[in-house]
């Protein structure tokens, strides 16, 4: 099995959007040998996640939820302080949650690199 590296420019594309794109990358579903069982998918790297549009109102309104296993704990962070602080966690939270939720999860995103430009 061979896999390719994607590098993608993320600077004014929509959060969703590349999401998806990246979620099918990553699982290798663009690939005429996709079987849902087997982990063939490629390596994609993003550069300038920081300059990423978010639509809507979600910057105000959406909220990353986490909670300890307490009473009483859970945590909430909002994501406009999530994206000022880490950006790259932002889009990996959202491609996570486009990836199925079985083994191979952890082994696809472990191929998600970001590209820190200064």
């Known amino acids: 099995m061979e896999r390719k590296t994607h590098t993608i420019d993320a600077s004014n594309k929509v959060l969703g959007r590349l999401a998806s794109r990246i979620?099918?990358?990553l699982r290798g579903k663009h690939k005429p040998s996709f079987v849902p069982y087997k982990d063939i998918g490629d390596f994609v790297?993003?550069?300038?996640?920081s300059k990423i549009?978010?639509?809507g109102k979600k910057m105000e309104q959406k909220k990353y939820y986490r909670?300890?296993?307490y009473m009483g704990g859970l945590k909430t962070?909002?994501?406009k302080k999530l994206f000022k602080e880490k950006p790259d966690e932002v889009l990996k939270k959202a491609v996570s949650g486009m990836l199925p939720?079985?083994?191979l999860k952890s082994e696809q995103l472990k191929?998600?690199?970001?590209?820190?430009i200064d």
Do not use: D, M
């Open 111 to 116: 191929r998600l690199k970001f590209e820190k």
């Open 67 to 69: 909670h300890s296993g």
């Open 53 to 55: 549009k978010i639509t």
């Open 101 to 103: 939720k079985n083994k």
């Open 77 to 79: 962070i909002p994501l």
């Open 23 to 25: 979620a099918l990358l």
């Open 45 to 49: 790297v993003i550069k300038n996640v």
